[in-house]
C-alpha cells in the first residue's frame, strides 16, 4: 500500500505565496510521476502541475503557468508545490497524485487526502 500525506495549506491574500509539500511513502518499486490537482466548489477536479521522476519534466495548468513551481526530492519521494501571486480563482482542495509503477511496469494511481487553499482578503 502507498500514502501520501500533503501539507502546508491553509489561507492566504491574494498576491501571497504558499508552498505545499507531499510525501509518498510503503510499498514503491518506481514513481513515475508526482504532482497535484485541484477541485473547486462545483467544479472537476483539474490538473495543476506534474513532474516526472525521469528528467524532471514538468507540465503545468495554463492558469497557473508563471505563478506555480512545482519540484520533486526524488531521494526523499517528496513533491513541492510553490504558488505565488495566488489569486482567488485558486481557491480549491489540492490533491497529491503519484503514478506508481509496480516490479512489472504495470501503473497505479494514488491522490492524497487534500488540503484546502483559501485565497482571499
Known amino acids: 500500500q502507498v500514502q501520501l500525506v500533503e501539507s502546508g495549506g491553509g489561507l492566504v491574500q491574494p498576491g501571497g505565496s504558499l508552498r505545499m509539500s507531499c510525501a509518498a511513502s510503503?510499498?514503491?518499486?518506481?514513481?513515475?510521476?508526482m504532482g497535484w490537482y485541484r477541485q473547486a466548489p462545483g467544479k472537476e477536479r483539474e490538473l495543476v502541475a506534474t513532474?516526472?521522476?525521469?528528467?524532471?519534466?514538468?507540465n503545468y495548468a495554463d492558469s497557473v503557468k508563471g505563478r506555480f513551481t512545482v519540484s520533486r526530492d526524488n531521494a526523499k519521494n517528496i513533491v513541492y508545490l510553490q504558488m505565488n501571486s495566488l489569486e482567488p480563482e485558486d481557491t480549491a482542495v489540492y490533491y497529491c497524485?503519484?503514478?506508481?509503477?509496480?516490479?512489472?511496469?504495470?501503473?497505479?494511481?494514488?491522490w492524497g487526502q487534500g488540503t484546502q487553499v483559501t485565497v482571499s482578503s
Open positions: 510503503g510499498s514503491i518499486f518506481r514513481i513515475a510521476s
Open positions: 497524485h503519484a503514478e506508481i509503477l509496480d516490479a512489472v511496469w504495470r501503473s497505479y494511481n494514488y
Open positions: 513532474i516526472t521522476t525521469n528528467r524532471g519534466r514538468t
